[in-house]
């Protein structure tokens, strides 16, 4: 029996955030052109990790609260990708710093979705 795979599609403003990301490495003064490149490699591993194994995410604590439970996300470092399993797609919505006010950015990114 083969395991079901899923398609991934990022949302324009998950592409909008990795090229935010790297261009905030590019600028950081600890960084080069390498660490902002690799890091994006990792961000794509994961992503294409999320073919075989979406449901493997947790529900983010703060849309749980909210009794919202079909939001999932799963971690990379400090960063947040933040998806939503459709049938057999999963849609990236969000990829953030969890540092971030994230209960202001999901109510105006996702939850505009939701309602």
Known sequence: ?????YGVDLTQ???????EIHRYRLQAR??????????????LTVIDSLEAVP?????PREL????????????????RLIYRIIDSRVV????????RAMQTLLERRLLARVR
């Open 13 to 19: 403003g998950a592409e909008d955030d990795l090229e």
């Open 92 to 99: 990236i919505l969000v990829i953030a710093d969890g540092r």
């Open 55 to 59: 449901e493997r995410g947790a529900i």
């Open 64 to 79: 749980e609260g909210l009794g919202i439970k079909e939001f999932r996300q799963v971690l990379l470092r400090q960063f």
């Open 30 to 43: 600890d960084s080069d052109d390498a660490d902002a490149d690799a890091l994006i490699g990792e961000f």
């Open 1 to 5: 029996m083969t395991a079901r795979r």
